[in-house]
């Protein structure tokens, strides 16, 4: 029912990008990822809906084609099977929100 940041360990992604789990059921996920300027995210597609919320910092994303800038306080959402990726142009975290949860991620997690 509670997920402390603390107790979540970092799990490196891409070069400069790291991901918390935070929490998560068999139907949502909720991940913390750090970016450091100029990290990208690379392009995939998950079956997985996705919603992202930038808490900090400024990004470049893809979805579909179609590329936005996107700041601190803005959302963006990634039907399933959309091709996205992001570029971080700042430092920054996004707070990835996932249905259902990703097994994947299960996976690799740091411990």
Do not use: W
């Amino acid at each position: 029912m509670f997920g402390f940041n603390k107790d979540a360990f970092p799990t490196p992604c891409e070069e400069g990008v790291t991901r918390r789990i935070l929490t998560y059921s068999d139907n949502l996920m909720m991940c913390e990822i750090r970016f450091e300027k100029g990290a990208k995210g690379n392009f995939h597609s998950h079956v997985h809906e996705q919603i992202t919320y930038v808490a900090k910092g400024s990004f470049l994303f893809t979805i579909d084609g179609e590329t936005k800038t996107v700041r601190e306080g803005d959302s963006v959402y990634m039907p399933s099977r959309a091709n996205h990726g992001v570029t971080c142009l700042e430092e920054g975290i996004l707070v990835d929100v996932f249905s259902p949860k990703r097994e994947d991620f299960l996976k690799h997690k740091s411990i």
